[in-house]
C-alpha cells in the first residue's frame, strides 16, 4: 500500500495507459463473453454505456442516465422489477435487466444491489451456479450499505464484503475475472434518491466513510485475489462530470469508467490494444476531463494511519517503457492471445505464501450464449426472488 500526496506527479501518468474504445473493439473484447455486472445506479449505469458501446459509437443522454427500471433500454429487456413491480427507493427495490446481442455473441445481465451480501444476492449465485458460467464480473456496493442498515454500518459492511468474496471465490470458476469497482468520489452535499430525508445528517460523513469503505473493500478483494479498479482514484479531478445530486456522473464520466474498465479487463485477459493515431498535440485523455480543485477533500480518515491532506493511490506507479511508440498510440489490434496472464491488479494486495492464482486457462471456443430471454421465467411479482 502505498500513500502519497495529490500531486501533479502523480496525476499525470493517469490517462496513458487508457485506451478509448471503439464498438468494434467492444464486441470483439467480450466476444462470446457472459458479463454481470452488480450494484447500485452507479453500476446500473456502467451497463447501460457497457450495453451502448457494445452496439453503436454514441454516448448516453441524460434522460438514460436518469431511467430507473424502464422496460427496455437499447435492445435490452427488464427481466424482474423495476417498472415490472414498484418504483421506489426502499432497501427491497429490484431491478434484473439483461442484454443480448442480435449476433448472440454477447450477453450482459445486470442485478441493482442494495446491499453488498444478502439473501438475495445468494438467490443471484445460485442462479450463476446452475445457469450458464461468467465471464467478467463487475460489482460494486457501498452507498447503501453505509447509510441503510443502522449505527454499526462500517462494521456490517467489512462482515459482508468478506461474505461476498469468500461465496464469490466459491461459486464463480477460476477462468472468471472479477473486477471490483471501488466506489467514486461523493460531493460535498449529498441529495441522491437512495439517502431518505430523515438521513440527511449523514450527508457529512458519508464521503470519508465511503474513502474508508474503498479501503476494505480493496484490501479483502485483494486478500481473496480479486482485481479492483480505483474509480475514487480516477475521478478525483474529474468532478464538474459529477451531477449536482453530489453522486451520479454524466455520460462523459461513464464513457471515461468505460475505457478505463474495458482496458483493465483487456490487460487481465491478455488482450492487445488497438492502435490508434490521435491529433498531434492531444492529450490523451483530454487534460479538459480533470480539474484539480483543492477544496476537494479526498484524505483518508485519521485512524487508517495517514495524516489529513495524504490520499491512498492505487500503488507504485509502474515506470516508462522506453518504446519507439509515439504518445497517444497503442499496440497491435485487440487479438486474443488465448492465455490470461496471472497478474495482482488490487492497489492493497498482500501475497500470501502458497496462495494459488485464480486465473487458468479459458475455453475460449466455448458458446455461452444459451440462455435466450425467452427462457427465463415470468416474475409473478414486482420484486426478483432472493
Known amino acids: 500500500m502505498v500513500f502519497c500526496l495529490e500531486n501533479e506527479e502523480a496525476r499525470r501518468p493517469l490517462g496513458s495507459t487508457m485506451v478509448q474504445f471503439q464498438a468494434s473493439e467492444v464486441q470483439q473484447l467480450l466476444h462470446n463473453k457472459f458479463v454481470v455486472i452488480l450494484g447500485d445506479s452507479i453500476q446500473r449505469a456502467v ?28 435492445q435490452d429487456q427488464l427481466m424482474a422489477g423495476g417498472q415490472l413491480g414498484e418504483l421506489h ?12 446481442s442480435g449476433s448472440g455473441h454477447h450477453l450482459v445481465r445486470f442485478y441493482f444491489l442494495t446491499r453488498v451480501y444478502s439473501e438475495y444476492l445468494e438467490g443471484i449465485l445460485e442462479e450463476l451456479t446452475y445457469g450458464p458460467a461468467p465471464d467478467l464480473v463487475i460489482i ?23 461474505r461476498v468474496f469468500m461465496r464469490m471465490d466459491q461459486v464463480l470458476p477460476d477462468s472468471c475475472l472479477l473486477v471490483w469497482n471501488m ?4 460531493g460535498e452535499r449529498v441529495t441522491g434518491g437512495f439517502l431518505l430525508p430523515e438521513l440527511q445528517p449523514l450527508a457529512g460523513s458519508l464521503r470519508r466513510d465511503v474513502v474508508e469503505g474503498n ?22 479531478h474529474a468532478v464538474q462530470h459529477r451531477h449536482r445530486d453530489g453522486v451520479h ?39 479538459e476531463f480533470f480539474n484539480f480543485n483543492p477544496t476537494e477533500d479526498c484524505s483518508m480518515p485519521p485512524h487508517l494511519g495517514c495524516s489529513p491532506g495524504v490520499n491512498f ?69 414486482g420484486t426478483w426472488p432472493g
Open 47 to 74: 451497463y447501460k454505456d457497457l450495453v451502448l458501446l457494445l452496439q453503436k459509437d454514441s454516448l448516453l443522454t441524460a434522460a438514460q442516465l436518469k431511467a430507473k427500471g424502464e422496460l427496455s433500454f437499447e
Open 89 to 100: 427507493n426502499g432497501t427491497q427495490y429490484r431491478e434484473v435487466r439483461q442484454f443480448c
Open 140 to 162: 460494486n456496493s457501498c452507498l447503501w450499505d453505509l447509510s441503510r442498515y443502522g449505527r454499526c454500518s462500517m462494521e456490517s459492511y467489512r462482515e459482508n464484503l468478506e
Open 183 to 186: 466506489a467514486m468520489p461523493l
Open 215 to 236: 479501503f476494505y473493500s480493496a484490501t479483502l478483494a485483494g486478500d481473496h485475489c480479486f482485481d479492483v479498479l480505483d474509480l475514487h482514484f480516477h475521478f478525483r
Open 249 to 287: 456522473w454524466d455520460q462523459h464520466a461513464h464513457r471515461h469508467l468505460s475505457h478505463l474498465l474495458l482496458t483493465h479487463v483487456a490487460d487481465a485477459w491478455g488482450v492487445e490494444l488497438p492502435k490508434r493515431d490521435y491529433p498531434h498535440g492531444q492529450p490523451f485523455p483530454p487534460h
Open 313 to 381: 493511490v492505487p500503488g507504485p506507479l509502474p515506470p516508462p517503457v522506453p518504446s519507439p511508440i509515439p504518445h497517444g498510440q497503442h499496440r497491435g489490434l485487440a487479438v486474443h492471445r488465448g492465455m490470461p496472464r496471472c497478474i495482482h491488479t488490487s492497489p492493497y494486495h498482500v501475497p500470501r505464501t502458497g496462495a494459488p492464482c485464480r486465473q487458468r486457462p479459458r475455453h475460449s471456443d466455448r458458446l455461452i450464449h444459451t440462455y435466450k430471454l425467452d427462457k427465463w421465467p415470468p416474475p409473478h411479482s
